[in-house]
């Protein structure tokens, strides 16, 4: 196994201003320590693959069976922010995509994509969401497609680009993906890093780049009243970080075929904002926190109020064991953030990224 990051998660956060919670330490020094843990060595490569360059250096030195793309702008706020953000998203998750795929045509033919997408490429439609594709009988006719698309920010959009920049190469030159359309993860305690928090994951709360639990839970801490966007009905798949490991190997276990796009929902439960701001509140109440939760306009563009029921059995059927999100588990987030309460930054949590 080897690792490879250009570090733009870190250095955006940081032109930005948002720090997360606590600091993380770099690649080598978190390898270095796994690697005292656990005895498996990972060679770390530290560049960007937007760069073909750097991508072809990588895939000579280590030729993988298997690829986990991970590598991409990540938050939709940001991709919102204005037009250099806008930019740098479409370019480096474009072009990461891309080149993940010349690089397996050129060095490795036979290896495996393990692709992270986002439920957010559905967005929210007034049917059931199948899982990655749906038959459709047109005028007496029937074929099978890619199940409609529809996202909600530009960053949602650039995994669609990427869902169709795969799909394309799959039918050209047989290569084999999986792509997994996973919804928000929370948590940051796994079995492999339950003992060491050097390795625990970043960990964002401020608007641009923390997920809405994440958030929640540092702001029941901070005493600021929980903020729930509009009406609070969006509704979406969540998932523990436990279960996105899981769901992870499970794909990497099991590879799809070559000339297979295979398209997993990866989350375990629905709630709407609503329902997240209640249990926040209900478990920080116990733990002696008292909790506001205040509607605020919405900033984004999206359905506040709608129907939400998609399919997610492919992952289950291949052996995931989910992990819920119980009171327990949300106490022990709280619990494990009330160790950095003094590090929280009030300031960072509420920018206001307007849609438009
Ligand atoms: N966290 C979630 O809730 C969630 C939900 C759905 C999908 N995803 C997807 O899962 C993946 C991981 O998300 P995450 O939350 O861990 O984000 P993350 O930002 O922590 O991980 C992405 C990593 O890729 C690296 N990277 C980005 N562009 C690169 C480039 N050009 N070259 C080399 N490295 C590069 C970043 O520096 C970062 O370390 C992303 O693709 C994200 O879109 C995440």
């Avoid at 009243?225 to 979406?236: F, H, I």
């Amino acid at each position: 196994m080897a690792v490879v990051d250009s570090y733009l998660r870190r250095n955006i956060c940081r032109e930005e201003g948002m720090e997360p919670l606590f600091q993380v330490p770099d690649l080598h020094e978190r390898t270095q320590l796994w690697e005292s843990i656990s005895g498996y060595p990972i060679p770390v490569f530290i560049g960007d693959l937007v760069q073909w360059d750097f991508v072809s250096e990588v895939f000579r030195k280590f030729t993988p069976d298997t690829i986990i793309h991970y590598a991409e702008q990540p938050a939709a706020p940001y991709s919102m922010l204005n037009r250099r953000a806008a930019t740098l998203t479409l370019h480096n998750n474009l072009m990461v995509t891309a080149n993940v795929i010349f690089a397996v045509q050129e060095f490795c033919p036979d290896a495996h994509i393990v692709k992270i997408g986002t439920m957010g490429e559905y967005g929210t439609p007034n049917i059931d969401i199948e899982e990655g594709w749906i038959e459709i009988d047109h005028k007496g006719r029937k074929d099978k497609f890619i199940f409609p698309r529809q996202a909600g920010s530009l960053y949602h959009t650039t995994k669609i680009m990427d869902t169709d920049l795969l799909w394309f190469y799959v039918r050209v030159w047989g290569i084999r993906v999986t792509d997994l359309m996973q919804g928000p993860v929370y948590g940051l305690i796994t079995d492999e890093n339950e003992k060491n928090d050097q390795l625990f994951p970043f960990f964002n709360y401020d608007e641009l780049f923390g997920t809405v639990i994440n958030r929640f839970i540092v702001q029941a801490i901070a005493g600021y009243p929980l903020t729930v966007y509009g009406k609070g009905g969006q509704t979406r798949g969540y998932l523990d970080i436990r279960d996105t490991l899981q769901c992870v190997r499970l794909s990497v276990e099991n590879p799809a075929e070559p000339g297979e796009l295979r398209i997993f929902n990866q989350f375990v439960e629905t709630f709407s904002v609503n329902d997240l701001a209640e249990r926040v509140r209900k478990v920080a109440d116990r733990l002696g926190l008292k909790v506001t939760i205040q509607s605020v306009e919405n900033p984004r563009k999206e359905a506040e109020d709608h129907y939400y029921n998609p399919v997610h059995t492919g992952l289950l059927d291949l052996g995931l064991q989910p992990h819920y999100l119980t009171d327990d588990v949300l106490a022990q987030m709280i619990e494990t953030v009330l160790l950095h309460k003094d590090k929280i930054n009030k300031d960072i949590i509420f920018k206001g990224v307007k849609w438009k």
